[in-house]
């Protein structure tokens, strides 16, 4: 009898402390972070925007996969049966609105599906748009590597240019 009071009596001190050192609650607020470099919607750290950019050589060969979220960008590439992961790193706000420019100028989301054109190589690009629901919209089109479409080209030739500025490795697209 004697150690239920002692428990009973230990659990109201605890109780009376933890009320006593938090009077108002933990407060703080919500704050939304946009991306960096631009955007008017809260997209999220984890559920955001990513774009996949995929470059497939006809031969297998050289390889390279970039993916963009927000405004981090990660590059991989692969050369016959070596792969290489050069890593993420973080854009600039001016680079990242750019590079989002482009992204948005290939228009991913009303593009016909393409397919993969084995003889010329293909580059395949993925876009998932935050939503409501069940975690975003996917858009996944194919292009040939042997079209002149030029927001294409306009956007592999940038994402070369970032690549090389913070790895030091320019793709071959």
């Known amino acids: 009898m004697l150690g239920a009071v002692r428990c009973l009596l230990l659990a109201f001190t605890a109780i009376a402390l933890a009320q006593a050192g938090c009077p ?14 631009g955007g008017d919607v809260d997209r999220g750290e984890t559920n955001g925007r990513r774009f996949d950019f995929i470059s497939n050589m006809p031969d297998k060969n050289d390889d390279w996969q970039i993916r963009i979220t927000g ?10 049966e070596t ?28 593009r016909k599906k393409g397919k993969k054109d084995e003889d010329a190589g293909y580059v395949s690009l993925q ?44 793709p071959k697209f």
């Open 127 to 170: 876009l998932k748009e935050p939503s409501d629901e069940d975690g975003g919209e996917v858009h996944h089109v194919f292009i040939s590597r042997a079209s002149d479409d030029d927001d294409l080209i306009a956007l592999a030739q940038y994402l070369q240019k970032l690549t090389f500025k913070y790895k030091k490795r320019k």
């Open 24 to 37: 108002g609650g933990v407060g703080g607020e919500y704050v939304p972070k946009g991306r960096q470099g």
């Open 83 to 110: 792969t290489d992961k050069l890593g993420t790193f973080n854009l600039d706000a001016k680079e990242t609105k750019k590079v989002w420019d482009l992204v948005d100028a290939l228009d991913i989301a009303h």
């Open 71 to 80: 405004s981090s960008m990660w590059v991989s590439y692969a050369v016959e």
